[in-house]
């Protein structure tokens, strides 16, 4: 499967602030919003916004996508010259890398945790 593109992400100073300056500057519809975290509708493309410290604002975006295999989608990105942001993440929701491509664009990939199988399933 290809990987797939779930959305652009900036890293900002303050999600509240950046959420009005998006909804009320453009009219991007606001999908969700918490403290660290936002997601905005911009005519079918989200844009996400990600709480960091102001030394990590004003960056370029973030491309994020899903991929089935983190470590194989790495090997293979890094062949083509790409180079790792740090090392190899797992969190709760899955298998997470930072990666910045051969011209410095960072892209950030997701390997989504499995869904434990439901109890009495037989799976």
Do not use: C
């Not at 100073?13 to 905005?40: D, H, I």
């Amino acid at each position: 499967m290809a990987a797939e593109f779930k959305h652009v992400m900036l890293m900002v100073k303050n999600v509240k602030a950046t959420v009005k300056f998006y909804s009320e500057g453009l009219g991007l519809e606001v999908k969700m919003v918490s403290p660290g975290w936002a997601e905005l509708d911009a005519n079918g493309t989200t844009i996400a916004m990600h709480a960091a410290s102001e030394s990590d604002t004003g960056s370029s975006p973030i491309l994020s996508f899903h991929v089935d295999d983190v470590h194989a989608v790495v090997s293979s990105l890094e062949a083509l010259g790409a180079s790792m942001e740090g090392e190899i993440r797992e969190p709760s929701f899955g298998k997470v890398a930072a990666m910045r491509s051969p011209d410095g664009h960072l892209l950030s990939l997701l390997q989504p945790a499995k869904e434990p199988a439901a109890a009495g399933s037989g799976h």
